[in-house]
């Protein structure tokens, strides 16, 4: 990156009128093809696919956290998205209400994050816009922003937090100075964002904490990132003369992971108290384990000819035998933590029975996770969305390969840590249940990356044309 300059916290690169207008535009172009979307699919705001408003609806009723139309405490989902829900509901929206409204917050603060990002990152000009427009028009987020669900609420915890990490790197390679010697002349870095580490640490912990009572691969991505700051942190330890700054960088390392523990605390003790038993993020991990890792999965899917969705009577039956197999060992089915743990040890068995079939299932998780076309009956939408999708991200996809290209062969070190985000999806979705929508929290990350890719190719396409004119 081109040399940076510590700036104080009242003179922040600050954007022009004419950025700003941009930025307000984009937000508001965001908002308004998702109203646009709900007032077409206004029927979709009222399903409840994973039962979100009905666990709303319950901690309503009772004043507790429990399965739905029942006083049986459950962790099975991540509690937020339900509070969210049950705090709107309180007040007097309407259930449908209240999930687009918070899928349209989300969406501004998403937009705006992935905008600030671009900027950290050192995109300039028209570039920044295009990451917002891009991520505003992300296929999966905007199917996703019609149904009560977490796709999109989890993307802007995980933006505004990684945003925040970028500012934190930043400030610690001001200190170092090791971008000086770092540059990559694709990037237009005239001014970088300073701000005070601490504040970028604990605001980014607190969107990770955040984030993971949504969607707990955040908080395998918080540890992820957090381990490669504290790396990073040591490998430069010997450029900073100053000790105590040393010692400050070194803390810094560990705040998002520990105000990110602190915000996840009270979900723990509450499981404990309840469960007996820890219990960080919820109860459902060892059925998409199993679901992911099981014979009939790998046979009438894994190893036939185009792998075809496992749906309809065959999940069914899997899923009722399953039961009963419970039941024959004694089970209890109405403990969460019984048959979670039960699901856990079934999935390794059959992981370390067929091990070639597992590695094959492997494959075909990572092939879903990158899939160009999201299945019809994972977006409930026409056959035309599948089609424009494929080419959408396509276009990202290439963009992003010419990223992680310049990342291998250049050291641009502060989108490293974006790499590492993704890296902490793809070590979770090796294992578990997988398909395209769980990459939608990464959208702004895979978004600037590939417009990262997308500015290098233009600037290397102009300085060719203007070679040859001369």
Partial sequence: MAPTRVVTDSKLDRPTQRESRWLIALVCIGIALRIILMMVRGADLKTDPDGYVAHAETLLQIGSYCVPNSERPTAFRPPLYPVLLAGLRLVGLKANV??????????????????WMARVVGLRRRWPNIAAAAVGLDPLLIRYSVLPMTETISAAFLAVGLLKMCRLWMALSDDSSTDNSQSDASLDNKEHFVESPLRSAVVAGLCFGLGGLCRPVILLTCAVVSAVTLARTVLLRDRIKDSATRRRNFGLSFVPAVVAASILMPWVVRNAVVFQHFIPATTHGGYTLLLANNPVF????????????????????????????????????????????????????????????????????????????????????????????????????????VSLLLCMIRQVTNIHLLWSSILSFLLLHTFYWTNTRMRAPLAAVLVILSVIGWHFIYEATRKFRAGQKN
Avoid: C
């Avoid at 209240?98 to 905008?115: C, D, E, K, M, P």
């Fill in 98 to 115: 209240a999930v687009a409204l918070i899928n349209l917050v989300s969406t501004a603060l998403l937009i705006i994050a992935t905008w």
């Fill in 298 to 401: 790998y046979h009438e899917v894994v190893q036939q000819p185009g792998q075809p969705a496992w749906q309809g009577e065959s999940l069914d039956n899997w899923q009722q035998q399953m039961i009963g197999q419970m039941r024959e060992e004694g089970i209890p089915l109405d403990s969460e933590t019984a048959t979670d743990n039960w699901q856990y040890q079934q999935a390794m068995r059959y992981i370390n029975l067929d091990r070639v079939g597992f590695l094959q299932s492997v494959v075909l998780r990572w092939k879903r996770f990158w899939a160009l076309r999201p299945s019809t009956d994972q977006t409930r939408s026409p056959a035309v969305f599948s089609t424009l999708s494929a080419i959408w991200y396509g276009l990202i996809f290439a963009g992003l390969a």
